[in-house]
Structures are given as C-alpha cells and as structure tokens.
T-cell receptor
Framework: EPEVTQTPSHQVTQMGQEVILRCVPISNHLYFYWYRQILGQKVEFLVS????????KSEIFDDQFSVERPDGSNFTLKIRSTKLEDSAMYFC????????????FGPGTRLTVL | RKEVEQDPGPFNVPEGATVAFNCTYSNSASQSFFWYRQDCRKEPKLLMS???SGNEDGRFTAQLNRASQYISLLIRDSKLSDSATYLC???????????FGTGTQLKVEL
C-alpha cells in the first residue's frame, strides 16, 4: 500500500537555526499539506500546496516558514529561524484531489528546538 | 465555540463493549467529515469518511446529523487494539484544510 514518508524522524536544533523537513507524498496525489502537533495538543493545519503554489495557509505559517516541491517527488517545509515554540511533531499529508479530500499522513518528524 | 469539539475522555471500557463518541462542529458550511485514529506519538490514520447520512465499516459506524452539526462514531465489540485517540475531523472547503478536534481517548481493558 502506498504511503507518505518523512525524513528525518527526529530533528534536534538550536534556536535560531534553519531546519528543512522532508516528505515524499503518495505518487499519484496532487495536493500536499503540512500540519503540526504540539505535545498534548490537537493537530493544527499549517499549509496546503497544489500545482506548485500555496493554496491556503494558517496564521501559524508566517514569514519564517516556506514550502517547496523541488522535484517530482519531494515536498519540503523550511523553518528559517527556529524558536522554542516551534518544537512539535510535523506531519506531511497528501490527497488525490479536492472533492474527496481524504488526506493520508506520514509518520511525522519530531522537531526539538533547544 | 470551538470549531470541532470532542469529549476528551478517557473512556475506559471492557473488551467486547460498545462505545460511542460524539463530536460537534461550528461551521455549518462544512462539507466533509472524517474519523481518524491516532496512537500515542504516531500519525493520524484515516478510520472512516462520513459523507452523507452515515457510514458503516465492520464494527465501526459513523453518523452525521447536519441539522444539529453533530457526528458520532460507534464501536461495537471493542478490542484491546482499538485503544487509541479518536479524532473528529472536518473539511470546510476552500484550500483543503482539515480542522481537527482534540480527540477522545479510548482505553479497552481485559
């Protein structure tokens, strides 16, 4: 069964450093997403991406965040200057299309900012 | 009012029991509804989609009441492996954003 993959599984960084989280969505999916989950809290939407453009972003997704699809398979989330409060689990998800919108999630990257 | 509201639980039930979870949503324009399951420190996994008046998949039944903006999940003959957090998730259209509830924790015991 095809699945979303993410690397690394755990990233530890110093405050102020840049991090890039990587995802490989399911191959025939056209819509890609990033969500985050702070420990003990609910899953929160960050950004959705379609046709090489951001289609929606949340208030959390400020100028410190960016997304990119650098090639035909990878989808990345960059945090330019990490803060302590960026520590969370970051999930990538993908879906076939808009109408059904069943999103499938990757295993997540646990980001720890020290 | 929260966008998606769930009773956090935990619900502690014996194996074989029937358990029901409820969820309410605030946006009347919401289009699609889902139940996801999340194990501790793992990703949300799609359990069921709820598109119209309800959905059944084996031991799991989901119901939708659009007038009351209410969704439910019924688990029959619960197994130890059903122990997890169940997330009520709503899609309101637009950019494909999903809105998650905080989840209801289920513990199935021997």
């Amino acid at each position: 069964e095809p699945e979303v993959t993410q690397t690394p599984s755990h990233q530890v960084t110093q405050m102020g450093q840049e991090v890039i989280l990587r995802c490989v969505p399911i191959s025939n999916h056209l819509y890609f997403y990033w969500y985050r989950q702070i420990l003990g809290q609910k899953v929160e939407f960050l950004v959705s991406f379609y046709n090489n453009e951001i289609s929606e972003k949340s208030e959390i997704f400020d100028d410190q965040f960016s997304v990119e699809r650098p090639d035909g398979s990878n989808f990345t989330l960059k945090i330019r200057s990490t803060k302590l409060e960026d520590s969370a689990m970051y999930f990538c998800a993908s879906s076939v299309g808009l109408a059904r919108n069943e999103q499938f999630f990757g295993p997540g990257t646990r980001l720890t900012v020290l | 009012r929260k966008e998606v509201e769930q009773d956090p639980g935990p619900f502690n039930v014996p194996e074989g029991a029937t358990v029901a979870f409820n969820c309410t949503y605030s946006n009347s324009a919401s289009q699609s509804f889902f139940w996801y399951r999340q194990d501790c420190r793992k990703e949300p996994k799609l359990l069921m989609s709820v598109y119209s008046s309800g959905n059944e998949d084996g031991r799991f039944t989901a119901q939708l009441n659009r007038a009351s903006q209410y969704i439910s999940l019924l688990i029959r003959d619960s197994k130890l492996s059903d122990s997890a957090t169940y997330l009520c998730v709503v899609y309101a259209g637009g950019g494909n954003k999903l809105t998650f509830g905080t989840g209801t924790q289920l513990k199935v015991e021997l």
